[in-house]
Every structure is written in structure tokens, then in C-alpha cells.
């Protein structure tokens, strides 16, 4: 805890992450419960309206509150951002441990594997994958997982290089502890750090990217709000109603940055020569 | 360096071959039997059995693949089925304008990133500095799609000062000579359209290159930080050079090798991004062809794209290393 509070003291940037964070999860936890509008009624006298007292973020072209839609598309997008990260950290870090730690062929296959996926631009291959799965939010967070997984590895896997030749591993070792107690207990808890820097940092791009397939019609399908496919749905009221697709839009620049403004200062701290510099 | 060259092909091979595979497994990845899938509930025996044999799906997978890397060594990508015309074919000719959009965003981004980078390095925690930092990391958070609406509205649709769709005005045609409309129009000596072609470059550029001048300017930042607190860079100083020389002979100079890695790696991402900045602004290239491709399930042309994808970002890293060899002595010598 108090090294938490070092951390933030030290970092104006990340405390500005962390505030944006927590007034977005504020607004998609408590704000649909306070709204007196639904996601899906539709009140056509209503439409494209703008900002006003009634509609905060104006109306779209279905008259549907566009800061209700917000509120309960962020419930999507965020869960889809955590749900995209565990996915990949999980996948990752269990082939990047076992990759470092047991070495020799398997290493070689994990790796190479890894740097194939590498290999494709990130969401060229989120939406190739996405677009043969079918469309649906469970198949472009599938995807994007993919996608971010040889990253975890990446990073598990030097952390398991580093580690499994610590005197505490191969005293374990020597002790006859059965493997996966000694990649948990050992290999695993002591790289975490870096992980954690990795994870938070991926959710930016977790989020960026199954926004993007939202936005191509490969991710949540109408009539669920999802702040990508909202932006797109909107698209041809851009010159008329601009807030209608602007808004979702800026939704997820938010929620993004918090995310960077927080890994970015952790990635800092964590960096002994710079951490220097910050304090 | 004609053997370091061939030494790092090699290497590609394996990675090379699992990326064919997975190319390859894309059409098989559709549920169900990829053919009644694609043709929908209404389709005949007959239509399905085409499909399957036009997918090549009868046949045993490894023979399947064989013929399908047999094909990929001869050009051939298979045939749209949408239109029926050959993959290889209209990606060949959607292919120049979008290296020609992404070398020019490669080409703003070092013009804007690096200089910026330099700057805030140069006075570290200024408030320049962090007006940068944040800006780079806004740039960064930016959803593609969001900051293509934004200009379009500003600069298009507010203030009339940019076309915000398609390469050239519809009423100006030139001729295609190398496919990249601005040279072409130069060269054909059709310098209204090459105008043209050049106003309507800008908006798709400044989409593109944002993420990657943002990038690199971070990177360059933190890099050359680094290198200015090393020895040989108090030794400059020591020597009495003027600052400027030691900023940018000795600091800069060192903080670009890794700066090349980076615009290489980043380069990759930025043609991900090239699919949503192409379909908003009609760009006839390959993301845009990509895009509608999904839309119309149309395999054949999602496997060729993402193929042309993947290769594109793999040639970016031997050029990367071999652009590594010609500026570092040291590599240099080793590839010796």
C-alpha cells in the first residue's frame, strides 16, 4: 500500500490515469441506475437532438439517449477489455514460462509459433481471425486475445530465464518440488511485476482493438451498445449530429489513455534509471 | 552483406511457413462446413459441391495446403467470390496506393516524431516535456476511426479546405504508369492531378502518421536520455563542444539505431491501422479491399490480404536489419 502511495505521489500523470479510470467505472457502475433513460427505447420525435438539460450527450437518430447508450456500452467495452487480457495473459504466460523454464525443442516451437503471430500486424490478423470465426463479442475478443498473447510470452518467458536460474529455484529444484509448484510458486510470483506493467498497458490496446472490430461489424452485433460499433452506427449523421458518433468515440480515447497514462508511469517506475529522475 | 541478407531469409523460413499456415487454416476456422456456411440455408448440393471443390475443400488438408503454397509460389491467391477475378490481380493494382499512403505517413511521422522527441529530451520535465509526453501518449490512445471523423469534420466538412474521400477529384483521370498517382501524374506531366492526388493524400496521411510520430517521439525522448547520460557524452562536453554539436553528433546520432527498430516494429501496427483509415477515407488500396472482403465473406481475398499484410511487415524488418548493418559500424563489422 505505501508503495503504492509513492508511486502516485510521484507520478502526476498516472494519478490523472487513474482519476479518468475510476469516473469512467463510476460512470458505467452507478450511472445507469441514476439515468431515466433505457439503452433501447426509442423516442423518434426525440431524434438527433443536441446537447441539452434533457440529453446531456444529445439524442441519436433512434431519439435513444446517447450518454445512456455510453454508459452501458463502457459496461461491454470494459468487460471486453479485461476479459480480452486475461484471456491472452493466461495463454501467454503459461506457454512463455514453460517456453523459458523448460527450454531446448519446446522453447524453440513456442518461440518460432510466437514470432509467426508476430509476424502479422495486430489487427490485420484480430480481424482475419474475427472475420472467420463470425461475427460476434465472444469471437473478436477471442481474436484479439490471440493477437496479444506472444506479447505475454515474450515477457514470461525472459522473466523464466532470469528466474529458473536463481539460487531459491534451484534449491527447489534440488529439493524434488514437482514442476508446475515450482513455475507457480517460484518462477511465476517473482515475474510478476513486469506482467503487471504488460497487462495494464495491453488493456489500452485489448480495448482499441475490439473498438476497431466493433467499429468493421466484426465485433458486438446491434442491438447491444458497444462503443466501437456506435461510433460506426452513427457514421452517416457525422456531418448533421456530430456528437451522435463523436461521443462513443471519445468514450473509448478516455478509457484507452487512462489505461496508457497508468502502464506508461508503472513502465517508469519500474525502470530504475528513470524512477530516479522522477523522484 | 549479400550473405547477411540470405543468412536472415533463411531464418524467415520456419516463421514464414507457420504463417502460412495460418493463412491457410483461415477458411477452415469458419464453423461448420465452411461452403454450406458461406453459400447460406438456401443453397443445392450442387452449388455446395462447387464451393468445396473451388475452395479446394474435397481434398485431404495436406494436400489442400500443398496446392495452396504450390499456387502461392506461382501467384496464384485464388479467385474472389464475389467477383470472380483473381486475388493476386486486384491486389497488385490496389497494392501502390497503399504504399504510397503508408510510406508517406512513415515519411511525416520521422518528420514530426523525431524532432519532438529530441526537444523534450533536451529539456527533461519542462513543460514541454510533458505537454509532449501527453500529447504522445493521446496520440497513441487515439482510436483511428475517431481522429479520421474528426479532420474530416474540421478540415472537410467546417472548413472546405480538404477532400476527404477517394485519391483524386472524380472528374481528373491520369495515366497509370507506376500506380502512384502523384508520380504518375508528374511524370504523364498531369500536374493538376498530381495536385490533386496530393491534396487528397494529406488527411489519410495525418491518421496514419499520428500513432507512429507519437510512438516515436516518446521513443526518441527516452532514448536519448539514455544515451545523454553517458560518458563519452560528459567527455564531449569536457572537450568544450558547442551544445547543439553534442545533442545532436554524439546524443542523437547514437539515440537513432534503436529509433530505426522502432519505426520498423511500429510500421506493422500502422498497417493494421491502414484498413480502418482507408475504408473511412475511400482510399482504393489494400485495407479498403480487405474491408470489403469481410463484408462480403469473400475468403479468398481476406487470405490474400492478410497474407500481403503479413509479408509486407516481415520485408519492414529485413530492411530494418539491414539498414541496422549499413549505419552501425559495429554490426557492420560483425556481418563481416
Not at chain 1, 452501458?72 to 493466461?90: C, D, M, N, P, S
Not at chain 1, 495491453?202 to 446491434?222: E, R
Not at chain 2, 453459400?39 to 494436400?63: E, F, M, N, S, Y
Not at chain 2, 480538404?162 to 495515366?175: A, D, E, I
Amino acid at each position: 500500500m505505501r508503495e503504492i502511495i509513492t508511486f502516485l505521489r510521484h507520478n502526476t500523470l498516472a494519478v490523472v490515469g487513474l482519476v479518468i479510470l475510476l469516473v469512467l467505472v463510476g460512470l458505467i457502475t452507478i450511472g445507469p441506475s441514476i439515468s431515466p433513460y433505457t439503452p433501447t427505447k426509442l423516442d423518434i420525435l426525440h431524434k438527433l437532438e443536441g446537447p441539452s438539460f434533457a440529453h446531456w450527450l444529445g439524442t441519436d437518430a433512434f431519439g435513444r439517449d446517447v450518454l445512456t447508450r455510453i454508459m452501458y456500452g463502457g459496461r461491454a467495452t470494459l468487460t471486453i477489455g479485461v476479459g480480452v487480457v486475461a484471456i491472452a495473459f493466461v495463454v501467454g504466460v503459461f506457454f512463455g514460462m514453460l517456453a523459458g523454464f523448460a527450454g531446448g525443442w519446446i522453447d524453440n516451437v513456442i518461440m518460432r509459433i510466437v514470432d509467426a503471430i508476430l509476424a502479422f500486424p495486430a489487427l490485420v490478423l484480430a480481424i482475419a481471425l474475427a472475420a472467420a470465426f463470425g461475427p460476434s463479442l465472444q469471437n473478436a475478443m477471442l481474436a484479439v486475445a490471440i493477437t496479444l498473447a506472444p506479447q505475454f510470452a515474450r515477457v514470461a518467458r525472459s522473466q523464466a530465464l532470469s528466474i529458473s536460474v536463481k539460487p531459491y529455484v534451484e534449491a527447489a529444484i534440488s529439493l524434488g518440488l514437482p514442476t508446475h509448484r515450482i513455475l507457480l510458486r517460484y518462477v511465476f510470483i517473482n515475474g510478476l511485476g513486469p506482467l503487471l506493467v504488460q497487462s495494464t498497458l495491453a488493456l489500452g490496446s485489448a480495448i482499441l482493438q475490439t473498438a476497431s472490430l466493433g467499429f468493421l461489424g466484426l465485433g458486438a452485433q446491434p442491438p447491444l451498445s458497444e462503443w466501437g460499433a456506435d461510433v460506426s452506427s452513427n457514421l452517416q449523421y457525422v456531418r448533421s449530429a456530430a456528437w451522435v458518433a463523436l461521443s462513443p468515440g471519445m468514450a473509448i480515447l478516455l478509457a484507452v489513455l487512462s489505461f496508457n497514462l497508468i502502464g506508461d508511469s508503472l513502465a517508469d517506475w519500474m525502470n530504475p534509471r528513470r524512477r530516479s529522475e522522477l523522484r | 552483406m549479400a550473405s547477411f541478407i540470405l543468412r536472415r531469409l533463411i531464418a524467415l523460413i520456419p516463421v514464414m511457413a507457420i504463417v502460412l499456415v495460418i493463412v491457410f487454416s483461415l477458411v477452415r476456422m469458419i464453423p461448420g462446413d465452411p461452403a454450406v456456411t458461406l453459400l447460406g440455408p438456401g443453397a443445392t448440393q450442387g452449388q455446395i459441391d462447387a464451393l468445396r471443390a473451388q475452395l479446394d475443400l474435397d481434398q485431404p488438408v495436406v494436400l489442400q495446403f500443398l496446392h495452396y503454397v504450390l499456387g502461392l509460389l506461382q501467384g496464384d491467391f485464388g479467385f474472389s467470390l464475389k467477383t470472380g477475378l483473381p486475388v493476386a490481380n486486384e491486389i497488385l493494382t490496389r497494392l501502390p496506393a497503399t504504399i504510397e499512403l503508408s510510406v508517406c505517413a512513415v515519411i511525416v511521422a520521422i518528420i514530426f516524431g523525431i524532432p519532438l522527441g529530441v526537444l523534450s529530451a533536451v529539456r527533461p520535465n519542462s513543460l514541454f516535456d510533458h505537454v509532449t509526453r501527453v500529447g504522445s501518449l493521446i496520440g497513441v490512445s487515439m482510436p483511428a476511426f475517431l481522429l479520421a471523423l474528426i479532420l474530416q469534420l474540421v478540415f472537410g466538412t467546417m472548413l472546405g479546405w480538404l477532400p476527404v474521400s477517394g485519391r483524386m477529384s472524380s472528374f481528373m483521370t491520369v495515366q497509370p504508369v507506376t500506380g502512384f498517382a502523384i508520380l504518375d501524374g508528374i511524370i504523364t506531366g498531369n500536374l493538376y492531378a498530381a495536385w490533386s492526388a496530393v491534396q487528397h493524400l494529406i488527411l489519410p496521411t495525418a491518421v496514419l502518421a499520428a500513432f507512429l510520430a507519437a510512438t516515436l517521439g516518446r521513443f526518441v525522448r527516452n532514448t536519448m536520455l539514455d544515451v545523454m547520460g553517458e560518458d563519452f557524452i560528459r567527455t564531449a562536453r569536457a572537450k568544450g563542444l558547442h551544445n547543439s554539436d553534442v545533442v545532436l553528433n554524439h546524443g542523437l546520432r547514437n539515440s537513432l539505431l534503436p529509433a530505426i527498430t522502432v519505426i520498423g516494429l511500429k510500421f506493422a501496427e500502422m498497417l493494421g491501422g491502414a484498413i480502418l483509415t482507408e475504408t473511412i477515407f475511400a482510399w482504393p488500396g489494400i485495407g479498403r479491399y480487405m474491408f470489403e472482403a469481410i463484408k462480403n465473406r469473400d475468403y479468398p481475398v481476406i487470405q490474400g490480404t492478410t497474407l500481403v499484410f503479413a509479408l509486407m511487415f516481415v520485408l519492414t524488418s529485413i530492411i530494418v536489419d539491414v539498414l541496422y548493418g549499413v549505419l552501425d559500424p559495429r554490426v557492420r563489422h560483425r556481418m563481416k
